[in-house]
C-alpha cells in the first residue's frame, strides 16, 4: 500500500503539525472510532528534531492510512473472517507475541501496575452501568464489561494499548469487521493477565506462565506469507545489535511501511526487482531521493544482510539496489560552515545569559562555545556531566564518554577546554552544578520507554533540539546549514587555516583515522591541548 505523502509544517508556536483529510466516504465512522471527522492531526512538540519528526510522521499517516483502509474493506465484507474459536486462538497468538516484546527486558514493575490500573479505571471503569455504580457488590466479577455496548466503546482504546494494529501487521492479516470485533474482544480478555506477567518479570519472577496454555490451537485461521516477516526482522535486528534510539525512531516508519507492502509474500519472498520498485517508488516531491537512499534503502541494506548473515533469510533483495540522487547545487561560498557573521551572532547572543538559571539557558551560554572551541558533536556536549569535566595534572579537560549518552563512535575521548573557554568562568559555572547534568534537568529520574522499538528520546537531544531552534531564531536559519553541527565544520576549517596537523584534528573532534597507520601513536592530552593553545580566539567586534 504506497502512503499519500502529507506535509510536515511548523504552526506560530514552532510546534510541528500535519494534518490529513479523511475520505468522505468513511468520514462518520472515523469519528465515531477515533473522534475526528473531516481531517486527522499530528501535533509534535516545538522541540522535536526534524529527523524525529518526520519519523512519526510516517508512522502517524501509516496508521491513518490502514485506518481509512481497514473501514473501507470492512464495510466491503472484505477481510478474513473468524470464528469465536479462532478469534481467542489468535488471541492466545498476540499474548505470545506482547509478552515476548518486553520479557527480556520489561523495565520498572511501576509501569506494567500503572498501565493495569489505566486499563481497569479509565477504560473500561467509565463505562460501567448505573446499576453497578449504584451497587457495586451485585456484581462484583464485572460481567457487565462484557456486554456488546461496552465492548464497542473501548475497542479503540484495548487496540491501541495492545499494539493489535502492529501485531496483525506482523502476521500479515487483514480482518473483516466481525472478525476484528471478535479478536479485539478476545486481546481485551487477556490484556490485564499480560501486564500482570510483565509486572512479575520486572521484579525478577520468570517462573511458568501458565496463561498460554489456556488458549485453543488456531485452525484455518489466516493466511500468511511463510517464514519471517519485515517487521520482525527489525525487531530481532533492534534486540540484537542494540543500535542508538535515533536509529530506531528513524528506521520504525520504513519497515512498518514495508510491512504493509510486502505482508503477503514475507521478507523472504522479497525478490530483487520488487525491491527496486518499492524504493524506487518512495521518491517523490516530498521524499527526496538523498532521503530514500541514506534512510530507506540504508536501513533495508542493513537489516536485511544482518538477517542474511544470522541465515534468517536466504537472500539479501536490497543488496545490489542503487538509487541515483543528483547533484545537490549549494549557494553558500562557506559550505558548511558558519561564516564570521553568523558565528559573531550566536557567539554574543550566547553571552547575553549572563547569569543562567536554568539548564536551558546554561545550554544557550555555553554549548555553542564548547562546540567552537572543541569541534565536537553537539550531542556529545549537551550530555556532559559535571563528572565528566577533569583536572589532569593542571590540563582541564571534557571527557566525552558513552556513559554520559550517544557518542558515534562509541569510544570515549579527553579533549583539553580551551583557555577562552576558562576565562569566562566556565569551570565556576560546573563547581555551582555539581557533578550532574549540566545542560538538561536530571533532579527527576528519565522516563524510560519499555518498548526497545519505540525508544524514549533523550533529555540531551531534546536539548541539542530546542538549541537549533533557538539558534534559527537568532536569524542563523540559512536551509543549508546546521545550526548546530556546523560548529563542527567551522572548526575544522580553521584549524586547516592555522596548520593544525590532520590526525591531531581528527583526534580532537572525533574522527576515525583515515588510514590504519594513522590509528597508532594518538595525540596525548598533552599535545591536543598545545594544538588548541594555537587556536585563535573568536573576535565578535
Known sequence: MALRMVALNRLPDHRWFARKVIPEDVRKEYQRLYGSKREAHLRLPADTPRHEAKARLGEWAAEVETRIATLRSQRKGEGQPLTKLNAIALAGRWYNWFVAQYENDPGPAKVWRELSDLFVWEVIGPEAPDSYEEDPRSDPHW???KEPEVREAVRPRVAEQARVATFLASEGIALNATAYALFVDAVSDNLLPAFSVLEKR???????????????????????????????????????????????????????????????????????????????????????????????????????????????????????????????????????????????????????????????????????????????????????????????????????????????????????????????GFMEMVKRIGRGALFYNDSTPQRVSTDPLKPSRDRADTTRAHLGTWVRGLGVDDPELSPNHAWRHTFKRIADEIGMPEKMNDAITGHTQATEGRKYGAPTVTAMAAALAKFPRYRLD
Open 202 to 424: 520486572a521484579n525478577g519472577d520468570y517462573s511458568r506462565d501458565d496463561n498460554p496454555s489456556t488458549f485453543p490451537e488456531f485452525k484455518d485461521g489466516p493466511a500468511r506469507s511463510s517464514g519471517v516477516s519485515c517487521w520482525e526482522l527489525f525487531e530481532a535486528f533492534v534486540l540484537a545489535i542494540k543500535p542508538a534510539p535515533k536509529t530506531v525512531s528513524r528506521w520504525r516508519s520504513v519497515f512498518l511501511e514495508m510491512q504493509r507492502e510486502f505482508a503477503e509474500v514475507g521478507a523472504e519472498g522479497i525478490t530483487e526487482d520488487a525491491a527496486r520498485k518499492w524504493v524506487h517508488g518512495l521518491i517523490n516531491d516530498e521524499r527526496a531521493a538523498i532521503t530514500v537512499r541514506e534512510i530507506w534503502l540504508s536501513a533495508s541494506r542493513r537489516v536485511f544482510g544482518w538477517a542474511r548473515e544470522h541465515k534468517r533469510i536466504r537472500q539479501n533483495p536490497f543488496k545490489e539496489v542503487k538509487v541515483d540522487v543528483p547533484r545537490r547545487v549549494q549557494t553558500r561560498e562557506d559550505g558548511r560552515s558558519f561564516t564570521a557573521a553568523e558565528a559573531s551572532a550566536i557567539l554574543k547572543a550566547s553571552l547575553s545569559y549572563e547569569k543562567p538559571t536554568s539548564a536551558t539557558e546554561r545550554a544557550r551560554r555555553w554549548v555553542p562555545w564548547l562546540c567552537a572551541y572543541s569541534g565536537a558533536r553537539p550531542g556529545e556536549i549537551t550530555q556532559l556531566r559535571g563528572s565528566d569535566i577533569e583536572d589532569r595534572q593542571g590540563l582541564l579537560v571534557m571527557k566525552l564518554t558513552p556513559e554520559a549518552g550517544t557518542i558515534k563512535t562509541s569510544k570515549a575521548r579527553v579533549v583539553p577546554l580551551h583557555e577562552h573557554i576558562i576565562a569566562q
Open 143 to 145: 460481567d457487565w464489561a
